[in-house]
């Protein structure tokens, strides 16, 4: 039984199949199916017209967006409406966003593990073949190996802060269109009307509580127009 905040993002390959519902209506209708029941919300809905052979797709980098703004898991009718490609799901992996087919839920984050273990694999052979050229260049004499000042050094210093403001920035857009999207369906300007609409709508905080301060908006919007 489905439970907690979900974003739905449906596929179809070509403008004639969006315009006229074909496929279409059948992914509503599995996700639909898959929801039935429990305490679920479905936050919002995103429609790809795009060939499963990209993996560049606007549509769905907006879903994860959105997944990401409700913290909901993005839920899709079949398993090959994301892509054919196993590096792009390894890709969804590492993004941090959970999603679930309604055709297969059970096996959702199974999949997408054994994945990265085959692309694991596939990497440490590289590296053996790597290694190994790199130890036949060395017995030809060949010099290896480059300057190793203080730089990196620095640079690994500063990884922390660099990684915590890249966050930090990550939360600021992602937050953006939630922001616009209310402004643009309420009308709310103020930084006070802004928290409770995003407070009623189910926006969890940067640390993950679900009651928004006028300070917190306040500094979203201050990193937005940076």
Known sequence: MATGAFVAYYRVSTAKQGRSGLGLEAQREAVRSFLNGGDWRLQA????????????????????????????????????????????????QNAGVPFVAADMPEANELVVQIMAVMAQAER?????????????????????????????????RNLGNTARTAKAQTFAADLAA??????????????????????????PTRSGKTQWQAVQVQRILQRMAA
């Open 178 to 203: 939630a922001i616009e999207t209310v402004r643009a369906e309420t009308g709310a300007t103020s930084a006070g009307a802004i928290a409770r609409e995003l407070t009623s709508r189910g926006v």
């Open 124 to 156: 440490k052979m590289i590296s053996a073949r790597t290694k190994s050229a790199l130890a036949a260049a060395k017995a030809r004499g060949v010099k290896l190996g480059g300057h190793r000042g203080a730089m990196i050094s620095e640079a690994v």
């Open 45 to 92: 809905e995103f429609t790809e017209i795009e060939s499963g052979k990209r993996n560049d797709r606007a549509e769905l980098a907006k879903a994860l967006q959105a997944c990401r703004v409700y913290g909901a898991r993005l839920v899709i009718a079949k398993l090959d409406r994301l892509s054919r490609d196993a590096h792009f799901l390894i890709g969804l």
